[in-house]
């Protein structure tokens, strides 16, 4: 595609159904196609001149649908905040995010009542702090919990563009909900908020290879068992949740931006959606 209209390869190939266009281009055409009508007329004449079977399907379609669409009353149209959520989250996220903020208030409420503040105790906030934004990522890309997963895995910016934002979503709820255990425990901000940032880093990375939520899965399992299960068996703070640790978590969230950032086609395949 060119820097302003798709190219005329493009376009008719795109009009041909042909299977030989990259997956990228495809996805590319299409989205542009939503924003350019120069681009959608070059289509439409495109398909009338070299798919007649295709104009005359459409043809077809539409005399059928268009009495109904004039006698069928137009929905609402939504505020405009609304629609602008809309593109950040869908409904089936907030029941899951207010179980996480839930979560940290309850990990809160324990700190305060004296579990995690006695000498050698680590902070109950601390501890899950890496996980928590992960459930809410990982129920924003469940093909189970989503009732409108097929509409959204075939809208052309269903890639890394809509991956990002559900994302940005997830943290926005849950780091100002840890920014305020975290102050009233007195854990220092960078010991939980790194952790968090790579470990949503890491996320998306091995999510771009086995899908979004089974990488959340597979990296919840492996800190339970590898950190939260020994910190409460032994009431000790492992190198992990150290201050010493930091710089280890840093390399971890600046690789997993490189692995996003590098894989980013990934994330229009269907498999990044499991």
């Given at each position: 595609?060119?820097?302003?209209?798709a190219?005329?390869?493009?376009?008719?190939?795109?009009?041909?159904?042909?299977?030989?266009?990259?997956?990228?281009?495809?996805?590319?055409?299409?989205?542009?196609?939503?924003?350019?009508?120069?681009?959608?007329?070059?289509?439409?004449?495109?398909?009338?001149?070299?798919?007649?079977?295709?104009?005359?399907?459409?043809?077809?379609?539409?005399?059928?649908?268009?009495?109904?669409?004039?006698?069928t009353?137009?929905m609402?149209?939504?505020?405009?905040?609304?629609?602008?959520?809309?593109?950040?989250?869908?409904?089936?996220?907030?029941?899951?995010?207010?179980?996480?903020?839930?979560?940290?208030?309850?990990?809160?409420?324990?700190?305060?009542?004296?579990?995690?503040?006695?000498?050698?105790?680590?902070?109950?906030?601390?501890?899950?702090?890496?996980?928590?934004?992960?459930?809410?990522?990982?129920?924003?890309?469940?093909?189970?919990?989503d009732?409108?997963?097929?509409?959204?895995?075939?809208?052309?910016?269903?890639?890394?563009?809509?991956?990002?934002?559900?994302t940005?979503?997830?943290?926005?709820?849950?780091?100002?909900?840890?920014?305020?255990?975290?102050?009233?425990?007195?854990?220092?901000?960078?010991?939980?908020?790194?952790?968090?940032?790579?470990?949503?880093?890491t996320?998306?990375?091995?999510?771009?290879?086995?899908?979004?939520?089974?990488?959340?899965?597979?990296?919840?399992?492996?800190?339970?068992?590898?950190?939260?299960?020994?910190?409460?068996?032994?009431?000790?703070?492992?190198?992990?949740?150290?201050?010493?640790?930091?710089?280890?978590?840093?390399?971890?969230?600046?690789?997993?931006?490189?692995?996003?950032?590098?894989?980013?086609?990934?994330?229009?395949?269907?498999?990044?959606?499991?």
């Amino acid at each position: 595609m060119s820097v302003e209209h798709a190219s005329t390869r493009i376009i008719e190939g795109y009009a041909r159904g042909d299977r030989s266009l990259p997956a990228d281009e495809v996805w590319a055409v299409e989205a542009h196609l939503e924003a350019c009508r120069v681009c959608r007329d070059r289509l439409s004449a495109v398909v009338e001149a070299e798919a007649p079977a295709v104009a005359s399907l459409v043809d077809t379609v539409w005399s059928g649908l268009e009495p109904q669409v004039a006698v069928t009353p137009t929905m609402p149209r939504r505020r405009r905040w609304s629609a602008r959520l809309a593109r950040w989250m869908t409904p089936t996220m907030v029941p899951w995010l207010a179980m996480v903020v839930g979560v940290t208030l309850l990990a809160l409420l324990l700190d305060l009542v004296g579990t995690g503040t006695d000498s050698g105790r680590v902070s109950l906030v601390l501890l899950f702090a890496p996980v928590l934004p992960v459930l809410g990522v990982a129920a924003s890309w469940s093909r189970g919990l989503d009732p409108a997963y097929e509409l959204t895995a075939s809208v052309p910016r269903a890639g890394l563009y809509l991956v990002l934002r559900r994302t940005a979503s997830v943290l926005g709820v849950v780091v100002p909900a840890l920014l305020v255990g975290g102050w009233v425990t007195g854990v220092m901000v960078a010991q939980w908020l790194l952790p968090c940032l790579a470990f949503t880093a890491t996320t998306l990375a091995l999510g771009s290879v086995v899908g979004v939520t089974r990488a959340a899965v597979v990296l919840a399992g492996v800190w339970a068992a590898v950190v939260v299960a020994p910190t409460l068996a032994t009431s000790r703070t492992t190198f992990a949740l150290q201050t010493a640790g930091l710089p280890a978590w840093g390399l971890i969230l600046a690789l997993g931006i490189a692995v996003v950032i590098a894989r980013r086609g990934s994330y229009s395949v269907l498999r990044a959606h499991r």
